[in-house]
Nanobody
Framework: QVQLVESGGGLVQAGGSLRLSCAASGSRFGIDAMGWYRQAPGKERELVAIITSGGVTNYAGSVKGRFIISRSNAKNTAYLQMNSLKPEDTAIYYC????????????WGQGTQVTVSS
């Protein structure tokens, strides 16, 4: 089973930047894609960004142009560079990883808190 460990969350002022990291381990079949979701209090968990093993990316409209997802396949690690942070970005950020040995299987990290103050 894949284990994911997030790091890099914290408190930052509006307009600042943070870089989140997600280290994956335990994959037997190879991870197809990695992504980031976030959940704010009282809100549904939403997709922030996703990246395939080939480097194809997709972003939520609310973060497009501000956040960049990247990946080191050799290190089995995904990153989320967050720039121009806004208070609305405050949430718990969860890393996810997808394996498809037969059917798609999704694994989740336990989350890292990002708080953006005004």
């Amino acid at each position: 089973q894949v284990q994911l460990v997030e790091s890099g969350g914290g408190l930052v002022q509006a307009g600042g930047s943070l870089r989140l990291s997600c280290a994956a381990s335990g994959s037997r079949f190879g991870i197809d894609a990695m992504g980031w979701y976030r959940q704010a209090p009282g809100k549904e968990r939403e997709l922030v960004a996703i990246i395939t093993s080939g480097g194809v990316t997709n972003y939520a409209g609310s973060v497009k142009g501000r956040f960049i997802i990247s990946r080191s396949n050799a290190k089995n690690t995904a990153y989320l560079q967050m720039n121009s942070l806004k208070p609305e970005d405050t949430a718990i950020y969860y890393c996810c990883a997808y394996e498809t040995p037969v059917v798609v299987t999704t694994y989740w990290g336990q989350g890292t808190q990002v708080t953006v103050s005004s």
